[in-house]
Every structure is written in C-alpha cells, then in structure tokens.
C-alpha cells in the first residue's frame, strides 16, 4: 500500500514509535501528547558515494520505490533503488500475544532491516553490471537524546516530556523526565547511533540483517489518585539490563509469534480494508494504553486514553470498543469495570431530592499523566451509566464469571435506579440527563430529551441490569423491567415514523440548556425527526451474546436500511441527515465540537455490524473507512482518524470496533455463561478467525467456513 503515518507501541507501557514519511520525520512514543517526540531515524544503505534512505528522516536520498504493510504487531516499509537493484525492508515489531500480560507489556521493540538484490530489472531500469556492494544500516539520533556506544549497542538518555494537570505530582507544561533506555544490537555491527553490516550482492541474492531491540524500563509516571505507580512490567523486570537480557532472549519467539499472529488475523474472507483496518485500529489503540500497578493498593491499572482529548478510559469510548475486548482480551475490560465506579457521581446532582440515593458515572477518570477526576467539562450521565451496566453484562456473560455483579452490587443497582429516576413524565424514556456522546452534533442528537438513542440504551441497560442484579441475589428488579417495557411501548407508539426512528420522542427545546454554554434553548429542535445512524449503536454488545432485547426486529433493519443512503457520504455516513447549521460552535480545552454534517467511523462501524446480525449486509462500507484513514494519513501521522467532514478526533483508540465485523460476518453468539455458541453466517462465502475461541498460548484459532 501507499506510505502513510502510522505509530505502534507496547501494551500499557508507552513504549513505541510512529513515522511520517510524507514529512520525512519520526517520533518516539513515551508519556505526553502524540505524536511524541521528534527524532531520526536513518535506515537504508550506503552505496559508494550514495546513501539512500527509507523517507523517516531527512537526511538522505529516498529509495525511488515505496510501499508499506501495516500488520496487527507491526509495521513494515520497503525501498527500491532501480539503479542498482538493491531493496530494503524494514519491520518495527512489538511483543503482542492476547491474554498474556506479561509478554505483551514487556517494555521492547524491535527494529529490524534486511537488504536484498532484485532478481530482474525493476520496470524498465537496467541495474548496473556485477556485484553491488555497500552497507546496510539503522541509526537513531534527536535533540533530545544522547547516545553512548557500548560493546552490545548504545545507552540512550532520553528527554521525555510529562505533563500531570492536577494532584500532589501536578507538572507544568514544559516539564521533562529523563529516562535512559538501551538499543540493543542482535544482529550486525554495533556503531555510534545503532548498528550497521556490510554486503556484497549479485542479482537475485539475499544480505545480512541488521536488527535492535530498543528497551526501556522507565520510572514511575502516572500519578493515580496523587500516587506515582509504577509501569506493570517492572514486577518483571527490576532494571534495564533485565530488559535487555529478555530482549535477546525472546527475539526469535517476538518474531514468530507475531508473523503468525498478523497472519491469522489476515486470514478471513472481508477484504484488504478490513484487514488495513484491524491492524491500523489496533495500532491506534495500543499508543493510547497504560498498565501500571499502584502500591497502596496492591492491585494493577489500566487505562486507555481516547486520542487526542488524552481523557483516561471515557466510559462510551470504550462501550464502543466492546467488541474488541470481548473477542481479543476480556480481561482489559475487567480492569476497567473494577476502576470506574470509584467514579461514579450522586444522582442529586441531576434530579435533587429525586435522586437520593442514585449514582450515575463520570465520563473520564482523568487526563494526560495523571487519573484522579473527571477531566471532560461536562457529564454524560444516563448513557455513562448505562454504558457500565451493559459493559458489565456483556463480560459475565462472554467470561461466565459472577466477579463483577458481587463485587460492584450496589453501584450496578444504584445505576438503575438512576436511569429509571431520570424518566419524569411516566412514559419510562429518560427526560434528564441526556447529554451524550455525540458532542460536534446538532442539539437533537447531542442533547435532546427523550432520545431514541437513549431510550435504547436504557431499556437494555434496565434489562441486562435486572439479570445481572438477580445472578448476585437481588430480586427487587420487577420495577426495572416494567421500565423497560414502557420504554418499548414509547419507541413503538411514537419512535416510529414509518420508514426510521426519530432522534427524539420529544421535539420541543423548551428548558434544555446548552452544555457548553449554559444557555437556554427554546422552540423545536431541528432535525428531531431525522435520520440517524444511533438506534441500533447499542445492539452489537448484545447481539455477539445472542441476547435479544425484544425491539421490533423488522423496524431496527428498516431504520439501517433507510438511514444508510440518506446519510451517506465518501467516507461513511453522518450523525444524521438534518444538515442545518446550527451546531454548538465551541472550542473548549482542545475540544474541537463545531462541525455541520459530521461522521464518526466506529459508530458506522457499530451499525454494520448489528446490521449484520440482522441479515443486512453492509460490511463493504469498510472500504469508504480505509479510504479515509488513508488521505487523513497520507501528508501528516494522524493514527485512527474517527471524524471525517470535520472535527479532530485522530490517535483514537476506539476504531477498534471494528475487530467485531469477523463475529458479525459469522453471525457468532458466544456467551459462556449461557453456554451458547452458534453461527449464522451473513454471506455463503464467509471465512472468518473465531478469535473468542482462540487457544493462543498453543498458537490454536477456529475458523467459521460458510
């Protein structure tokens, strides 16, 4: 494929690096805002007078060929040079292996170089006569580094920037920690700035390799509740030299691992843009996450940060990325639900007196280098409480373990009881707290009372609530499930409008506030009756569980079908097709929320894939997605750009909804609790990985064959 930024980094560990080959620079991805920090990085040969180089710094001349793969655990460049027929290929390969938290944290990445000779002329260029003989070579160096040769590679000092916003640990902008890592050399000649070797090559020929592995075993960083904790990987490790030493160790595993890992994953029947997709998504969210443990506490953390906004693990970021945890690694999603309700708010916020004794959640549990309070300016307080709920269902029922409902009793039921109190005409359909998620959109769909977006929500969220409670011995739920019947009728009685779902049951704007400005808001809202992309966005986390909600079935793929053209555009389809203007026109601590017909990829994602357990095949948009990230990285590193027609939502972690297309192309429903697995494929040509059902210890993944 064509060069395009890209950046890939080891779970929870910040340790990683991208490129950007348009503007010929690279950074190192460490513990502040993306893409990191500027260094170079110089790979490629030196052929007599000539040095040629992959375009990742700026000294050099560039191979006049160019391409790229972006694997699931690595990233690949490949250079030509016609003239003598010499090609390189250069890999940045991370430890990655699902479920297994030690390897996959473990603070290393491995640069690796080979040089070959063309076999034939490339095109019509003529290669010079004889052999070719010169040098093959990766070198590192930046302002903000310092390298000292050793006899096994070079010590690094590292400049780092950090930036903690608030508690005991608070930076100011500008404040740098030193680290020191290690390049160490595995295959070539160790030199100032990396390692080099020598080759001589005939036509057809392969050379040496050179390949670093670049560790780090960083001090504490982030601060969780005003205490410095430590990364997971150091109860491994105590120093850098232990890094190094597991470096050497486990190279060939890292490599072996990781090629049959990427080419399981590649091996399905949906295309090369989905599996463009699936790597580059994965790679997006890995330089967003941190694992650490925290000693008061004796009990690890992890968190994600979503993109370029840097809040830590935003409760509906990562409803959406559900399918990802629920096929890959459970176990992330655990953490998470473990950490949230420290959290959660008092629903007297919202409804006074009404709400004694109610809890909703925080959208965020902080920002940047620091966890400890909400960071967003306002909450989301209905779908943030039922996006808990729903998260905690979804992961007893793929899991088959009770831990979550036990542990976390009264916060699952006191969401409920927020929801349920937040309905305040009596049709069951939340009225306050709406606010959602959806924050560069028109009013109706961003703030609107009564939303058929949340009314979805909530009813899912009071049923699976309901069963949840009842499973941990709390048999007072008959309330939550009358709710959740009323919420049906009103969705069926005034929902519907024929061809789709309204965006709200209630039009009038009448006492809502802005929440941004805090202005009031009067007359209709516009676009309150159009279509929108968000009434089936809850569905996936229960369809891959085959549980039903009892909507109308035939309604839900009338609303897809009729929806998808009139919101359609290049790169995906829009919030809605109300295109009227009169968005909240605020930029507020880097929040980029202006926008007039707006799309966010995963959200498209979501509705394909509840679409395709409904028989409705719409798997091909992912095309549209990839064409995306591919002009939104093609002139600059951007990662995982979720908006498109506006907005800035790039680095985001929660593209990786889209691992849930190989369950939805299946048709799988897997629940270990339920002890349901079945399939119903969407297409008589599917051929999918089933990767919940993965041994990957064994190196063992079933596959649905249509």
């Not at 040098?135 to 070079?154: K, W, Y």
């Not at 919030?575 to 990829?601: E, M, Q, R």
């Not at 990839?626 to 929660?654: H, I, K, M, S």
């Amino acid at each position: 494929m064509q060069p395009m930024g890209d950046g890939i980094s080891v779970l929870g560990s910040r340790h990683g690096m991208m490129w950007d080959p348009f503007n010929r620079c690279s950074y190192l991805v460490r513990f502040d805002k993306h893409p990191g920090i500027s260094f170079s990085l110089r790979v490629g040969v030196r052929l007599g007078e000539r040095t040629i180089v992959l375009p990742l710094c700026p000294e050099g001349d560039v191979f006049a060929f160019l391409d790229q793969e972006t694997l699931p655990s690595a990233m690949v460049l490949i250079g030509i040079d016609p003239e003598s027929g010499i090609k390189v290929r250069f890999e940045v390969r991370i430890p990655f292996r699902p479920r297994d938290a030690d390897y996959s944290t473990a603070p290393v990445y491995y640069l690796k170089a080979c040089v070959s000779r063309l076999s034939k002329p490339f095109r019509w260029t003529e290669p010079a006569a004889g052999s070719s003989s010169g040098s093959l070579f990766i070198e590192v160096s930046g302002d903000t580094m310092q390298a000292r040769e050793n006899e096994r590679g070079c010590d690094i000092t590292l400049q780092t920037p950090v930036t903690r916003p608030f508690g005991e640990y608070q930076t100011l902008p500008g404040y740098c920690q030193e680290v020191y890592e290690r390049l160490e050399v595995l295959c070539g000649q160790p030199s100032a700035y990396g390692a080099e070797a020598p080759f001589t090559l005939d036509t057809g020929e392969t050379g040496p390799e050179v390949c670093l592995a670049w560790c780090a075993c960083a001090p504490d960083i982030l601060s969780v509740a005003d205490e410095l904790c430590p990364f997971r990987y150091r109860q491994q490790f105590a120093n850098l030299s232990e890094v190094a030493g597991w470096a050497r160790v486990h190279a060939d595993e890292v490599f072996s691992y990781g090629s049959w890992f990427d080419a399981v994953v590649a091996d399905h029947s949906l295309g090369s843009a989905v599996t463009h997709l699936l790597s580059q998504t994965l790679h997006s969210w890995l330089i967003n996450t941190w694992w650490v443990r925290v000693p008061s506490r004796e009990k690890e953390w992890f968190s994600v940060w979503e993109g370029s906004c840097y809040f830590h693990s935003t409760v509906d970021v990562e409803f959406t990325q559900a399918p990802f945890y629920l096929t890959l690694w459970p176990e992330l999603l655990r953490l998470e639900l473990d950490e949230w309700p420290e959290y959660a708010k008092t629903g007297e916020r919202v409804l006074g007196e009404n709400g004694k004794g109610t809890q909703f959640l925080a959208h965020d549990m902080g920002v940047l280098a620091a966890v400890g309070q909400q960071a967003y300016p306002h909450d989301m307080e209905v779908e943030e409480a039922a996006d808990y709920i729903l998260l905690a269902y979804a992961y007893w029922q793929r899991s088959g373990e009770l831990s979550v409902q036990f542990t976390h009793y009264d916060t699952i039921r006191r969401f409920c009881d927020f929801i349920q109190a937040c309905d305040t005409n009596g049709n069951g359909v939340p009225d306050v707290g709406c606010t959602n998620t959806i924050d560069d959109a028109a009013p109706a769909i961003q703030y609107g009372r009564e939303q058929v977006y949340l009314a979805v929500k909530a009813l899912a969220a009071l049923r699976c609530g309901a069963e949840l409670l009842q499973s941990a011995g709390y048999q007072h739920t008959a309330d939550y499930l009358t709710q959740a019947d009323a919420i049906q009728r009103a969705l069926d009685d005034k929902g519907w409008l024929g061809d789709h779902y309204a965006v709200t049951l209630e039009p009038s704007a009448e006492g809502l506030l802005d929440p941004w400005t805090r202005q009031p808001l009067h007359g209709i809202l516009p676009g309150w009756d159009a279509c929108h992309i968000y009434t089936a966005n809850t569905l996936p986390i229960l369809d891959v569980l085959g549980c039903d909600l009892g909507l109308d079935e035939e309604r839900i793929v009338c609303d897809i079908q009729t929806t998808l053209p009139r919101t359609l555009t290049r790169y995906g389809c829009t919030h809605t097709d109300y295109h009227g203007g009169d968005t909240t026109a605020v930029t507020a601590d880097g929040l980029a929320v202006a926008s007039d017909a707006i799309g966010w990829v995963s959200m498209n994602i979501l509705r394909d894939i509840a679409a395709a357990y409904r028989g409705v095949d719409v798997l091909a948009m992912a095309e549209r997605y990839w064409d995306w990230q591919a002009t939104a990285n093609a002139r600059e590193v951007c990662g995982f750009f979720e908006t498109f027609r506006g907005n800035n939502l790039c680095f985001y972690p929660r593209g990786v909804a889209i691992w849930g297309y190989l369950e939805a192309a299946a048709g799988l429903r897997y629940s270990r609790h339920g002890g349901l697995c079945e399939a119903n494929t969407l297409r008589q040509t599917t051929h999918v990985p089933l990767l919940a059902l993965a041994d990957w210890p064994g190196r063992s993944v079933p596959y649905y064959e249509a």
